[in-house]
């Protein structure tokens, strides 16, 4: 099947700083792709959806001007939390749309210290 | 926007016997109903998935019931085992717009 792949696997960031999430599919290509956020026993929460080409479409409560979305090619959306905070230690999970299902990326765990 | 239910959010069963999740959805032009089975700290996988064009579905010990009437869907797991000890979302979407929306999950725990 498909296969989408994150990077990092998992990221320790100070507070304030900035940390981006790559997210490829690796044998197909993907004009739309999802960003999940999923807290600690919780479910899984769309957070926005990157368009190749075009501007991410944030769900409501998302800040854009936090949680920066470039869909820079058909194979690669990439994920920067700006001034990343404790309260956004989270698992981000990234998919993508193929014939049948959605192809999950493996997810980044990241943690702000 | 959709809204997905799910229940219960723990269940334990004993080894061998069924479990069965429920789901209900509020959007009724959803009509893509899949099912995640996801270990911790791992993505969703996807085990299950139903459209609504059909009723049931099977795949060896699992299969998924939908209800278009009454908008909710069901994940059966019969001869359960240790291994299917996991956190079990279902979800929906209209298949064209391909945008999830999860239920709230429920951690299902096989007891030996």
């Known amino acids: 099947g498909a296969v989408v792949s994150q990077h990092p696997s998992w990221v320790i960031c100070k507070s304030g700083t900035s940390v981006k999430i790559e997210c490829r599919s690796l044998d197909f290509q993907a004009t739309t792709m999802f960003w999940y956020r999923q807290f600690p026993k919780q479910s899984l929460m769309l957070m926005a959806t990157?368009?190749?080409?075009?501007?991410?479409?944030?769900e409501q409560g998302v800040e854009k001007d936090k949680f920066l979305i470039n869909h820079a090619s058909l194979t690669l959306s990439t994920l920067t939390v700006t001034s990343a905070h404790p309260e956004d230690s989270s698992f981000y999970i990234c998919s993508a749309p193929g014939t049948y299902e959605q192809y999950f990326g493996p997810g980044t765990r990241l943690t702000v210290t | 926007g959709e809204n997905v239910e799910q229940h219960p959010s723990t269940l334990s069963v004993q080894e061998g016997d069924s479990a069965v999740i429920k789901c209900t959805y509020s959007d009724s032009a959803s009509n893509y109903f899949p099912w995640y089975k996801q270990e911790l700290g791992k993505r969703p996988q996807l085990i299950i998935d139903i459209r609504s064009n059909v009723g049931e579905k099977k795949d060896q010990r699992i299969a998924v019931t939908l209800n278009k009437t009454a908008k909710h869907f069901s994940l059966h797991i019969t001869e359960t085992q240790p291994e299917d000890s996991a956190v079990y979302f279902c979800?929906?979407?209209?298949?064209?717009?391909?945008?999830?929306?999860f239920g709230t999950g429920t951690r299902l725990t096989i007891i030996p």
């Open positions: 990157s368009n190749e080409g075009s501007k991410a479409t944030y």
């Open positions: 979800a929906a979407t209209n298949f064209g717009n391909e945008k999830l929306t």
